[in-house]
């Protein structure tokens, strides 16, 4: 019976309405390697945040080694010898500084003395990159070293503060095959010095590679613990991705004539090129984990992004838009993921919101726009999307996340679409929320095809007519949304055989 | 930076007939000219002023027909410095340093001093007794453009007055303006304003304005310094109150010479110095003192008096007429020798 | 809505509003001869040009951009008006044109070099000022210009600035009183209607103000970003030069000047204009209130006998007060400038 380094008992983490972290418990036990799944959103960042020190919890309690823990700055967890290695890998170094400077910054921002010992500075940076293979010299700036050795330069400066627990979020997602090799040597020899680790990743090789155990989060709750050995590898992706049997009942409608055509599309270099057709009044739901390429190919098809090879065909018509505007013209929409970022206009009110994309529809003589006309198209579209509000004039963010959803999809559907693209729509919204979004997606899709892009099954469960998996860049499986093996299709989304249970490797 | 044009504030000269001075007879080492470097050493160049200047000084280097080289560090201090240096290790005979800041003119005048070199500065106190300061008189100026305002306008009068504090130059020539207003009574000034936002004319125009609505009796406005008075002609016409006022000022150019010759202009007079002149002077006393004699710790240049009707009468339209048909005005009577020839006109 | 929270919606919305009222009042009070329609007409002119400039800038504002050549672009108008009239003796149809032509064209650099050759808004811009405020100076090597100028070549320039020209800074148009309202003053009012009008109800300011909240967002739902942000910088380059000609006009020569403090004053009106109304965002009728502010300060200042740098004092006391205003009270606080 290993020791456990932290305990994690019943943590609460809500922003505002929205609850993220629902009574967490978690162990970290030392000298092993626990891996934490996740899909996007389920609280896995905002766990790491309080874990290390960034943010607090509303409720609950953390022992390290025992003692109650209670980070209320970053540098207190340090201090505590919880140390982080960050996914955006420049977040952890300093690149212009050199790579001494970095190792040793921490030591340099805690401030002993007024002038830095360049030499003495160096001697024990070099230590420290020794520690964990780092070849480098040390007077390079870090901005000249590949993403592996900036990598390896913030891990050894987490190093450098004799952590207890190493926390490190999808480490591998910019390193090459080697180089993430190296990083899963330096890993178990921390686990033999009886270092807790929780390794946050996807890839189900990195998975295999070093966990002891595997943790599932999903929607702010542990959804899976899995620990016993050998690891049931399937039955994590299931938790991670969940899956309740859906009370929507899906009519698969008569297909219509071919919308969009792919053929021998290519979305990356190394990615297999596949073919997908798309048909009027069909409801196709494309399902991949983060960075499986769905992004990709939703930014292909809306002009943002160019394919490698192969062509594309709108209505029989060749189609290569070259921007979000010219795929616009060609009747191709689409409601971007990450609605924040990509969709909603802050300084706008719902209506202004929900006209952004057809302002011409609205305006008249020397393009004024008729204030008459948004706000009949707004009135329409709060009540067809069912957005709960005051007004149109209220501003966006006084909405839940549901409702700006509403408002982002809706507002595309103002228009008739040849194709319409929905890149993760129910992306942070709640449950009715995403019923009512995706009730609204299948009651106007007659005449249009649409294109749902999806990371949880039970999401495309609920509103596809048809359902692709997509791996890797390139498409894996097309099935009818009838009678669907659950588990077929949850391997094929983890990229692992069914049922195959592997040992874990060298330990 | 517009105070620049104000430090350059001129003086004016007194009738003189240039004498046709022969140089064969010219001291050690102007009877072999050609061998004589001299080295001038610029802060500030950009300007009407300053190309005038390097007009006059060019002008009296070939009249001598020694070498002259032109360093031009354009407001940098420090590389004003070195270009002293640089002058010093090139082994020039002489150097006019134009302009600069004490603290760091200071060591490297000292610096060509012990070289062996000899140095005029203009418009910059060097504090050294070995280089003579070549100066335009701002006390002379002020003093010339108030007694033609006492003369036109007797000696009581409301008065306005444009000064911002800080400005060497407009210091002294406020010390003037104290002066006349403790020795006549009857001048009242009832405001005071000045910017130095740029455009200048621009920015007190819109002062001057407000100052002219604030206070209509003023009869005089005393602006020492042509972009002031540029400004405040702008707003007295625009507030309709050109025919009450009239403007004396200090410097002169060819625009400033149409804005006085305006039908109704409330320009009346201003004093100057002619750039041309004292780029001149600072050759000869230079000059003076690489044949050892002495120029005098001291060279001023004296300013002319230009007023509204002179212009007219004399249908001058700009800067090179003014020198016709204002002789004082071409030439300064200062830092003269027999074996200094004078250049052309 | 408590009543608290009422008030404090009101002060936010009409505190720059009664400020300026009260101020009125005061000046009307202490500084005689300020209340009088000549004085109100003063106030007008001397913040038209900043007031036209001040107009540009802010539909850089409202694109998230920022365009720091704008005074430079003034004093450049000013400089190639007066040589094209003084020194090509041309008319001043041909004048005024090649002027706003220029200040089209340093707006499309600047925006090409903004959007295409991904050069920061500030340092590109701030770039184009040192650029054109040496540029302004190689013909003349450095002179002004005026009639009777002698060129770098030796010859005089014999040219006028014609009277046509020079009516759009100096001409007054009979209002109620004879010959009351320069034309300077009509063209700021003029200017900053079209441009309210513009970034207010037509789609394309609508679209401006999209870009300016989330740029990434508006790409993605159709707006050509790129173009429109480009656009913006036309604007400002265009109703820079304008006052660069208005400036030309009033001085009646061609001055080298910087046009630094054109730019911060017109910038400052711009920054104000974010309080007023409680807009928390650039926005021209604020703009225009907040060039109006800025002048009724000087005005009544001057009248006082206030020097010029407790003038500049106020004029930042304001500036910082309204960004209070903006960022801290406005629910649009979280928006950057």
């Not at chain 1, 739901?285 to 292909?300: H, I, R």
């Not at chain 1, 890149?423 to 749902?452: K, M």
């Not at chain 3, 740098?309 to 004029?315: E, L, N, R, S, V």
């Amino acid at each position: 019976m290993t020791q456990n380094a932290l305990e994690i008992r019943n943590m609460n983490k809500a922003f505002g309405a929205n609850s993220v972290l629902r009574g967490i418990d978690l162990d970290l036990p030392a000298g092993q390697i626990t891996v934490l799944m996740g899909a996007n959103g389920a609280g896995k960042s905002t766990l790491v945040k309080i874990m290390c020190g960034v943010q607090a919890a509303d409720r609950g309690s953390m022992l390290l080694d025992g003692q109650a823990y209670a980070p209320d700055t970053p540098h207190a967890a340090l201090r505590a010898g919880i140390v982080t290695v960050h996914q955006s890998i420049n977040d952890g170094v300093v690149t212009d500084l050199d790579v001494a400077s970095n190792l040793m910054l921490d030591r340099i921002a805690a401030g002993s003395g007024l002038f830095l010992r360049g030499a003495k500075l160096r001697a024990e940076a070099r230590e420290i990159a020794k520690a964990v293979g780092l070849v480098a010299t040390m007077t390079q700036p870090v901005a000249l070293l590949s993403l592996a050795d900036r990598q390896l330069v913030a891990i050894a400066r987490a190093l450098s503060h004799d952590p207890k627990i190493l926390i490190l979020d999808e480490p591998t997602s910019s390193l090459s095959d080697a180089e993430a090799q190296r990083l899963f040597t330096l890993l178990e020899g921390l686990r033999a010095k009886g270092v807790a680790i929780l390794y946050i990743s996807h890839r189900m090789s990195d998975i295999r590679r070093l966990a002891d155990s595997i943790l599932c989060m999903r929607d702010g709750v542990i959804s899976g613990s899995f620990t016993q050995v050998p690891l049931d590898y399937s039955g994590a992706v299931r938790a991670m991705l969940g899956h309740e049997m859906t009370e929507v009942d899906i009519t698969i409608p008569a297909r219509g004539a071919p919308v969009l055509e792919l053929s021998d599309l290519r979305l990356r270099a190394q990615s297999r090129p596949f073919d997908l057709t798309l048909h009027a009044n069909e409801v196709v739901a494309v399902v991949g984990l983060v960075g499986s390429g769905k992004a990709q190919l939703a930014n292909t098809l809306y002009g943002v992004a160019r394919p490698v090879s192969g062509t594309m065909r709108l209505d029989g018509q060749s189609y290569t838009p070259k921007s979000p505007a010219q795929a616009i013209a060609s009747k191709v929409f689409m409601a971007a993921r990450d609605r924040r970022s990509n969709a909603v206009i802050p300084d706008f009110d719902i209506g202004r919101n929900f006209t952004l994309p057809f302002t011409r529809r609205h305006s008249g003589f020397a393009d004024l726009i008729s204030r008459k006309s948004e706000k009949t198209l707004a009135a329409r579209m709060i009540s067809e999307m069912g957005v709960k509000c005051q007004s149109h004039t209220d501003p966006i963010l006084s909405l839940s996340g549901g409702n700006q959803q509403k408002v982002m999809v809706g507002r595309w559907m103002a228009e008739e679409a040849r194709l319409l693209i929905l890149d993760e729509p129910f992306q942070g919204v709640d449950i009715q929320a995403r019923r009512d979004i995706g009730a609204r997606i299948r009651a106007q899709s007659a005449g249009r095809a649409t294109l749902v892009l999806v990371t949880e099954l039970d999401e495309a469960l609920e509103v596809a007519d048809r359902i692709v998996v997509i791996c890797e860049g390139s498409l894996k499986s097309d099935r009818p949304n009838r009678e669907i093996d659950v588990a077929s299709i949850m391997a094929e989304v983890a990229d692992s055989p069914t049922e195959a249970v592997i040992e874990r490797q060298g330990a | 930076m517009i105070s620049r044009r104000i430090l350059m504030m001129t003086a004016g000269a007194f009738a003189f007939t240039p004498s046709l001075a022969l140089a064969q007879d010219a001291p050690a080492p102007f009877d072999n000219p050609g061998d004589v470097t001299v080295a001038l050493v610029r802060y500030l160049s950009t300007g009407d002023f300053f190309q005038s200047y390097l007009a006059g000084v060019e002008a009296q280097a070939a009249a001598l027909g020694v070498n002259l080289r032109v360093f031009d560090s354009r407001q940098d201090a420090a590389l004003q410095a070195d270009m002293v240096d640089q002058a010093i290790a090139l082994g020039v005979d002489g150097i006019i340093i134009q302009h600069g800041l004490t603290e760091s003119m200071q060591d490297a005048a000292q610096r060509a001093v012990d070289a062996g070199i000899k140095v005029v500065a203009f418009d910059v106190n060097v504090e050294n007794a070995a280089v003579p300061q070549i100066e335009q008189s701002d006390r002379d100026l002020a003093r010339l453009a108030l007694e033609q305002a006492i003369t036109d306008n007797g000696e009581a009068f409301m008065a306005g007055y444009v000064y911002v504090p800080g400005i060497a130059p407009l210091d002294r020539r406020d010390e003037t303006w104290r002066e006349f207003k403790a020795r006549y009574e009857g001048i009242n000034e009832v405001s005071q304003f000045g910017t130095l936002d740029n455009p200048i004319a621009n920015s007190v125009a819109n002062q001057a304005r407000a100052v002219f609505s604030a206070n209509p009796g003023i009869e005089v406005v005393f602006a020492p310094y042509n972009e002031f008075a540029k400004g405040v002609m702008i707003a007295a016409q625009e507030a309709g109150v050109a025919d009450n006022i009239n403007i004396y000022s200090a410097d002169i150019s060819t625009a400033d010479i149409a804005m006085m010759r305006e039908p109704n202009s409330p320009w009346a007079a201003t004093a100057a110095t002619n750039p041309a002149v004292v780029g001149e002077v600072s050759v000869r006393a230079l000059a003076l003192l690489l044949a050892g004699e002495d120029p005098g710790e001291q060279v001023v240049v004296p300013p002319t008096l230009i007023t509204r009707d002179m212009l007219n009468d004399g249908n001058i339209t700009n800067m090179e007429e003014l020198g016709e048909k204002i002789p004082a005005f071409l030439h300064a009577d200062v830092a003269l020798a027999d074996w200094i020839a004078l250049p052309s006109r | 809505m408590s009543v608290q929270t009422r008030l404090i919606d009101l002060a936010i919305r009409f505190g720059f509003l009664l400020l300026m009222a009260g101020l009125l009042v005061f000046f009307s009070i202490s500084a005689p001869g300020f209340l009088s329609p000549h004085s109100a007409v003063f106030v007008f002119q001397s913040v038209a040009i900043t007031g036209i400039l001040a107009l540009g800038v802010t539909a850089t504002l409202v694109v998230g951009g920022f365009d720091l050549s704008i005074g430079a672009v003034a004093t450049s108008a000013l400089m190639l008006s007066a040589y094209v009239m003084v020194v090509w003796e041309l008319s001043a149809g041909v004048a005024i044109a090649l002027c706003l032509l220029m200040g089209a064209g340093v707006g499309l650099v600047n925006g090409l070099l903004i959007v295409k050759a991904r050069v920061p808004d500030l340092l590109a811009t701030l770039g184009m000022m040192f650029l054109l405020i040496g540029l302004q100076r190689i013909p003349t090597e450095g002179r002004s210009i005026s009639t009777g100028m002698t060129l770098p070549d030796g010859t005089v320039a014999r040219g006028t600035f014609s009277e046509l020209f020079l009516m759009l800074g100096r001409h007054r148009i009979d209002f109620f009183i004879e010959r009351l309202i320069p034309l300077s003053v009509i063209f700021l009012l003029v200017v900053a209607l079209l441009v309210w009008v513009f970034l207010e109800f037509t789609r394309h300011g609508r679209l401006m103000y999209a870009i300016g909240s989330n740029a990434q967002a508006a790409q993605l739902a159709g707006v050509k970003v790129e173009r429109y942000k480009i656009a913006a910088y036309m604007i400002s380059g265009t109703l820079a030069s304008f006052g660069g000609v208005l400036l030309a006009a009033r001085l009646g020569r061609g001055d080298v000047a910087s046009g630094t403090n054109l730019l911060l004053d017109a910038v400052a009106a711009a920054l104000i204009g974010f309080a007023v109304l409680g807009a928390g965002k650039p926005n021209a009728f604020g703009t225009a209130i907040g060039a109006l502010f800025v002048g009724v300060l000087l005005q009544g200042m001057t009248m006082m006998n206030a020097p010029y740098y407790t003038q500049d004092f106020i004029k930042g006391a304001v500036l910082v007060v309204a960004l209070v205003f903006t960022f801290a009270f406005t629910a649009r606080g979280s928006r950057g400038a």
